[in-house]
């Protein structure tokens, strides 16, 4: 089974962009194929912000954007806003195997 | 509206058992696989089990296997969880979320304490 990767924290102010990573370590060297990201607040349950590594549900800003090189995928925040601080996890997903989340990044927004 | 809600958690000693249920309303319940997530206490998230639309297949993390039994009832527009031989480990928040590869309903949990 594989495991996902991301930074515990990540910082930034108001206006700025920052990009959270998750990279996936397994022996499958052809990476995995449906990322989702989601978000976070305390207390709140979790929000899909990007599915299938760069679609943005209806309603969710276009300041948030994924990509993806190689075995890491990649969330980026443009034109950071108070409201943006919150958890950050990302999530892998292949046909007949278990979900997996990333352990989660701490957003901060100074 | 589109709507999940949990139900079913409370305090249960260690080797207990409960059931979580959860409620689904605004869409066709039967069309979509539906998933178990939880969340223990200051953590991250951990995938618990998915069903497929008709019940026939199941997926679960190991860490619950042979103990926690995800199942659905169409008819009902419900998903069940049953905690069997529940650890302290197992305490967590519970969520319920419509889909597979991505999840883009999630209900707002039902807690679950496992404790002497």
């Known amino acids: 089974q594989s495991a996902l990767t991301q930074p515990a924290s990540v910082s930034g102010s108001p206006g700025q962009s920052i990009t959270i990573s998750c990279t996936e370590t397994?022996?499958?060297?052809?990476?995995?194929?449906?990322v989702s990201w989601y978000q976070q607040h305390p207390g709140k349950a979790p929000k899909v912000i990007i599915y299938d590594v760069r679609n943005r549900p209806s309603g969710v800003s276009n300041r948030f954007s994924g990509s993806k090189s190689g075995n890491t995928a990649s969330l980026t925040i443009s034109g950071l806003q108070v409201e943006d601080e919150a958890d950050y996890y990302c999530?892998?997903?292949?046909?007949?195997?278990?979900?997996?989340f990333g352990g989660g990044t701490k957003l901060t927004v100074l | 509206e589109v709507q999940l809600v949990e139900s079913g958690g409370g305090l249960v000693q260690p080797g207990g058992s409960l059931r979580l249920s959860c409620a689904a309303s605004?869409?066709?319940?039967?069309?979509?696989?539906m998933t178990w997530v939880r969340q223990t206490p200051g953590k991250g998230l951990e995938w618990v089990a998915n069903?497929?639309?008709?019940?026939?297949?199941?997926l679960s993390v190991d860490s619950v296997r042979g103990r926690f039994t995800i199942s659905r009832d169409n008819a009902k527009n419900s998903l069940y969880l049953q905690l069997n031989s529940l650890r302290v480990e197992d305490t967590a928040v519970y969520y319920c979320a419509r889909g597979l590869g991505y999840m883009d309903v999630w209900g707002k949990g039902t807690t679950v304490t496992v404790s002497s």
């Open positions: 069903i497929n639309p008709d019940g026939s297949e199941k």
């Open positions: 999530s892998s997903f292949r046909s007949s195997s278990p979900v997996v």
């Open positions: 397994s022996s499958d060297v052809g990476g995995y194929n449906y």
């Open positions: 605004g869409f066709t319940f039967s069309s979509p696989w």
